[in-house]
């Protein structure tokens, strides 16, 4: 009898190899999610600042996320090397965030007449598999100093990968 295995020992093998795929799969559940949007160059010059803006509107959201979102945004030059960047933002579903960056605080080298080239990049980790591609709305606008009027606004015009639980980009 004791080289044979009872049907006792086969359930009890099952539940325990039961057990502890639950469990790991609420680990995998509860990893980081990575999502990096990556907009279009644009051009900002003396006088004036870059404004970007995320939202993470409730339209675009059929599963709310529960857990916040947040953010990094950072300025990227023409070599693709940050010149900026914001602190954390948190995000609530239907919140909104933006940060400012005046062109006077800037690094100098740039185009004749002080004028600089950049691209935005926000980095943005989150606990709920709800936030994806169309849960974020990055915009970018390029405001007067002086007047506070918006020269230029760029939504919409990001290019956004998603990581995998590892922070690995998908192929």
């Given at each position: 009898?004791?080289?044979?295995?009872?049907?006792?020992?086969?359930?009890?093998?099952?539940?325990?190899?039961?057990?502890?795929?639950?469990?790991?799969?609420?680990?995998?559940?509860?990893?980081?999610?990575?999502?990096?949007?990556?907009?279009?160059?644009?051009?900002?010059?003396q006088?004036?600042?870059?404004?970007?803006?995320?939202?993470?509107?409730?339209?675009?959201?059929?599963?709310?996320?529960?857990?916040?979102?947040?953010a990094h945004?950072?300025?990227?030059?023409?070599?693709?090397?940050?010149?900026?960047?914001?602190?954390?933002?948190?995000?609530?579903?239907?919140?909104?965030?933006?940060?400012?960056?005046?062109?006077?605080?800037?690094?100098?080298?740039?185009?004749?007449?002080?004028?600089?080239?950049?691209?935005?990049?926000?980095?943005?980790?989150?606990?709920?598999?709800d936030?994806?591609?169309?849960?974020?709305?990055?915009?970018?606008?390029?405001?007067?100093?002086?007047?506070?009027?918006?020269?230029?606004?760029?939504?919409?015009?990001?290019?956004?990968?998603?990581?995998?639980?590892?922070?690995?980009?998908?192929?």
């Open positions: 009898m004791k080289g044979i295995i009872t049907n006792r020992q086969i359930i009890r093998c099952s539940l325990v190899v039961l057990l502890i795929g639950l469990a790991a799969g609420r680990a995998n559940a509860q990893e980081n999610r990575h999502i990096e949007l990556l907009s279009y160059s644009f051009g900002v010059i006088g004036q600042k870059a404004r970007i803006t995320i939202i993470l509107p409730r339209l675009a959201n059929p599963h709310p996320p529960q857990n916040p979102v947040n945004i950072q300025l990227l030059d023409t070599e693709g090397d940050v010149i900026a960047q914001s602190g954390e933002l948190r995000l609530l579903l239907g919140q909104t965030r933006s940060w400012d960056q005046p062109r006077a605080l800037l690094p100098a080298s740039g185009e004749p007449g002080e004028r600089i080239q950049l691209r935005v990049r926000v980095l943005v980790t989150t606990l709920s598999g936030v994806g591609r169309p849960s974020l709305m990055p915009a970018i606008e390029v405001i007067d100093t002086l007047t506070g009027e918006t020269v230029y606004h760029m939504g919409k015009r990001f290019i956004i990968f998603v990581s995998g639980p590892n922070g690995t980009r998908p192929n």
